[in-house]
């Protein structure tokens, strides 16, 4: 029996060319076999395809309507050969990635080094700014986001939600006390995150037994670079809220010590955005479930 996807596409490549020479020709195969493969067709169809004349062929009702099925089969077909090529090609190629800067510089660059030992054939160009940038007119692959995503044009994987904590130094301890109720913190120096609008988060919350506190900061230093918030910290200039896989290390050696551990502060959601591509790249889709397997854990409490 001869296969039904090379009959479709000799019967649709006769159509287009106008005979089964030229359509043999196209495909490699001889006139008669192309003949043999639209008489396939037809027996399979009880239905004639294609009027003959000695001059041309010219297709019938159900010839009209099974030529434009078949061009969607076919081409359902040639995009399915495609998707599973590019999986099973060895990724390759370049890919830019940005992040935030504290999170980007203590959380994604182990991860982007143990994907470079796996994938020797992809370069990563790692671009850290808190700012907001755009993925396609900035020339990125992807994207880390902490925070709501916005663009609905945008594939957005969800990672997990980086629970918060507030801390301060020792020296800033014991020279200010520490907060024992969010309401306190009206007596503190707050280090504030200045967000890529330009505007600082002046408004912290906690949680507690099902209540809500929003406290408004009083906040003397504040600065759009993660690094910098957290060196200040660490400095004694303040306390400061941020996610616990950032402050993790400084918390760990005793720079920085957690307070109001009572209260809870809400979650940041992390996404990881691309844009959308049928199909994705070898490349983009092996970093993809790459960050997707590492980042996939709850960062837990210090």
């Given amino acids: 029996?001869?296969?039904?996807?090379?009959?479709?596409?000799?019967?649709?490549?006769?159509?287009?060319?106008?005979s089964f020479t030229a359509a043999g020709a196209a495909l490699g195969l001889s006139s008669q076999m192309i003949g043999k493969h639209v008489a396939s067709l037809e027996e399979r169809l009880n239905a004639p395809l294609l009027r003959r004349?000695?001059?041309?062929?010219?297709?019938?009702e159900v010839g009209q309507l099974f030529y434009e099925r078949c061009r969607i089969v076919l081409s359902?077909?040639?995009?399915?050969?495609?998707?599973?090529?590019?999986?099973?090609?060895?990724?390759?190629?370049?890919?830019?990635?940005?992040a935030p800067v504290a999170f980007g510089a203590g959380v994604l660059a182990p991860v982007i080094a143990d994907f470079l030992d796996r994938h020797p054939g992809i370069e990563v160009e790692l671009t850290l700014t808190d700012r907001y940038v755009d993925i396609v007119d900035e020339g990125y692959d992807a994207?880390?986001?902490?925070?709501?995503?916005?663009?609905?044009?945008?594939?957005?994987?969800?990672?997990?939600s980086h629970d918060q904590i507030a801390c301060a130094s020792p020296d800033y301890i014991a020279r200010h006390g520490a907060p024992e109720r969010p309401g306190d913190l009206d007596r503190h120096d707050c280090l504030a995150f200045v967000n890529w609008s330009g505007l600082p988060y002046a408004e912290w919350r906690f949680a507690k037994d099902g209540v809500t506190h929003s406290v408004r900061i009083r906040s003397r230093f504040q600065?759009?670079?993660?690094?910098?918030?957290?060196?200040?910290?660490?400095?004694?200039?303040?306390?400061?809220?941020?996610?616990?896989?950032?402050?993790?290390?400084?918390?760990?050696?005793?720079?920085?010590?957690?307070?109001?551990?009572?209260?809870?502060p809400p979650s940041r959601p992390l996404y990881l955005v691309f844009a959308r591509r049928t199909p994705q790249p070898p490349k983009l889709r092996a970093f993809i479930d790459c960050v997707v397997a590492e980042m996939g854990v709850r960062s837990g409490d210090p």
């Fill in 76 to 98: 359902e077909a040639e995009a399915a050969e495609t998707l599973v090529e590019g999986m099973s090609a060895a990724p390759r190629g370049r890919l830019r990635v940005n």
């Fill in 53 to 60: 004349s000695t001059r041309r062929q010219s297709l019938t």
């Fill in 1 to 18: 029996m001869l296969d039904r996807l090379t009959s479709m596409a000799a019967f649709v490549k006769t159509v287009d060319l106008g």
């Fill in 143 to 160: 994207v880390l986001r902490l925070g709501p995503i916005g663009d609905t044009n945008l594939v957005a994987r969800e990672l997990v």
């Fill in 223 to 264: 600065v759009n670079d993660g690094r910098v918030l957290v060196a200040a910290a660490i400095a004694g200039r303040g306390i400061i809220l941020q996610p616990v896989a950032i402050l993790r290390d400084a918390i760990a050696d005793g720079r920085l010590v957690p307070v109001l551990r009572h209260y809870v």
